[in-house]
């Protein structure tokens, strides 16, 4: 909805802009009123920005953009209606003047409004593809999609009315009236379809205390005093004066190559494609670098690639600087909107927003006024360097400049918000693009067997381990009984940390998730790895998927993340086999109750939490089942262990170079004792078949045994 109303706010500027040159005569005046229109549309920013932003963080979201929309349907719709009524082209131009000074107006408070509210929309994980998808439809398809409507319009209606359309067929006023009804659409949308936009009642009673001119004051204070967002308008104004620049001496540097009009179209086009790539191949590329970084970096890309502009000889060279300064500015646009929705607090984000809108809109305008005017009064002079026939113009000292200027915003933006200061750039940078494994799988032939339970509350892992461990140790065998998280001594410690007495503070999910990992990494170190390679059979309550399911989908921590940091604090040690008992959670926790004692943190969650981390287990022994047995924990007791020691005797079998290999086992579990590698994860974690998880609405409610 919000890429049609984009639509139809391009469509509108330039169908304000052509309607108006189309009410006068000659081509100064026509010239002039199109100028003027545009210029109207973008001037108000600067008068109105300010107050902008506190309306978005002191007034329900929901209503202030119905309420400007409503008002901008009935400001679109009344500019074709003044010409329709018979009034002269001097009060049809004079009124969209007014008009479009009125529209640019509230949709200074409309913007703000939606920036802010979109990010309570979506969820964290979500916000950068959402934005991807943004940012692609309002400047890479929509300008496009609006000019090629407006001229097949206007190719269409002229067609029909063999070129003497009636006033209200103008395809300009077609244009306006499109653009009116977006509006009210999109009132209509936000009005009864999206009423999660309204802040909540304490969000907007702590706002209405406060005074508008001490709200204002506040959002300066915070922009200025918080390192994060003065990086990032820093950055994002120093790319717009940098774009500004390149679009103020566009055609002169067209000139310059000797290629004339194309050669400026042309750059102008491979801007745009450079654009559409850093938008939407960056995140791809760069996978799991830190957004911040990313931010920074991309800014010193897209200002080099300005300097190479500068100097390029030819037009081909000229072409790959333009697609380059694209590219980075894309990147440098996602990052920072994805920064901006996601790390800013929802209180003040609406005065950030306005910050950033007002700001940019300054920069560019005075950046593409001022670098006009000097390239056009500096001129150009050619001079032969070797046959180079390269050409020194200020149009070239203006790019440099340009490139210099944006290098050291972006460098300065980078360092103000550096997340990972200490860590080498491009080391950090290459070991995103490669996929990062952390730290290398840590090298280790285990000897031994690794068998892991899984599964809910009062699922019967504690049970079945106890079964299977006395039925192994009968057959004379070395079998090592543990658990996640408390196995250890510093375990201990940090399991009453976690699970706690009633009443304890609980950790938030991030704390929570790294809690487990460090007691994983001290339980793999002292425990796991030295019993799997001495030969034991490990049998372990609980393992990493604990953590995807319960911190991943339960807490909704990206599943992918979690992951990462499983198999950083294991080593990438997998187990071979996953026992996943799997129970419907009401019958699980009335187990636990049954057993009597006082409900942990975890156990006190509700039973949609509980659910979620149920189909989590699942969706991960879909995922891989050759690794995992999954049973259902409500048969009795015996049955259970009878399959589970199966299972494990087949495993044993296979090891000992037995004669019935299971069918299904992976080829690592059946290779002999005591030369057999670790279960694969030699490259890394595999969080591709987890990321799916981080959304509880892709977790399949049927049970796939
Ligand atoms: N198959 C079963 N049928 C009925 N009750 C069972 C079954 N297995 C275990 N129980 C009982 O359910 C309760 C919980 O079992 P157990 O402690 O083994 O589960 P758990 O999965 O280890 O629990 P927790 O998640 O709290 O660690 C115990 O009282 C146990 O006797
Ligand atoms: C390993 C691990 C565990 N948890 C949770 C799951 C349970 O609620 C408790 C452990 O209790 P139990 O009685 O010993 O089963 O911790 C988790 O959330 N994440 C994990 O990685």
Known sequence: MLGAASFGDWFGLLATSVFAASQVEGSTAKGAAFGTVIAIRLLPALVLGPIAGVFADRFDRRWTMVICDVLRFLLFASIPLVAVLGASGAVVVGWATIATFLIESITLLWIPAKEAAVPNLIPRARLEAANQLTLITTYGLTPVVAATVLAALDGVVRAATG????DWAEPAQ??????????????????????EISQGPAAQRGQTEQSMLRQFKDGWRFIGQTPLVRGLVLG????????????????????????GDAAFYLLFGAIFIGLSIGIGLGPMIVKEMSR??????????????????????HLSMAMVGAVLVGAGAGMAFLAGTTL?????????????????????????????????????VGGSRRFEVVNLGISISSTRLLL??????????GVSAFRQMDDKKGVPVLADLWGSVRGRPLTPTEPFSSAGLFVVFEGGEGAGKSTQLALLAARLRD?????????????????????????GQPGSEVPSPRAEALLYAADRAHHVATVVRPALARGAVVTSDRYVDSSLAYQGVGRTLPVDEVSWLSSWATGGLKPDLVVLLDIDPNTGLSRVAARGGVSDHLEAESVSFHERVRYAFLDLAAADPRRYLVLDAARPTDEIADEVARRVAELLGAQAGGPNPPAASESTA???????????????PDTAVHSELSDPKLVTMERRT
């Open 670 to 684: 059946t290779a002999p004792a005591a030369s057999r590698p670790n279960p694969p994860s030699a490259s890394g």
């Open 292 to 313: 911040r970084r990313w931010f920074g970096m991309s800014i010193v890309l897209a200002s080099a690639a300005v300097m190479t502009l500068a100097f390029a000889i």
């Open 340 to 376: 901006l929705g996601g790390e800013i607090a929802d209180e003040v984000r609406g005065r950030v927003f306005a910050v950033v809108q007002i700001g940019t809109r300054l920069v560019l305008i005075l950046a593409i006024a001022l670098s006009s005017l000097l390239a056009g």
């Open 475 to 499: 057959q004379g065998r070395d079998v090592v009984v543990t658990r996640e998280p408390g196995a250890t001594g510093v375990g201990e410690r940090i399991r009453s940390l976690l699970l």
């Open 236 to 259: 994002i104004f120093g790319a717009f004066a940098g774009g500004g620049i390149v679009i103020g001496t566009a055609r002169f540097f067209a000139n310059s190559l000797g290629a």
């Open 174 to 195: 077609l244009a306006l009236w499109f653009n009116a009804l977006s509006r009210l659409a999109t009132a209509v949308v936000v009005a009864f379809g999206i009423r």
């Open 163 to 166: 070129g003497a359309a009636p």
């Open 400 to 409: 440099l400049a340009a490139g210099l200027a944006g290098i050291f915003a």
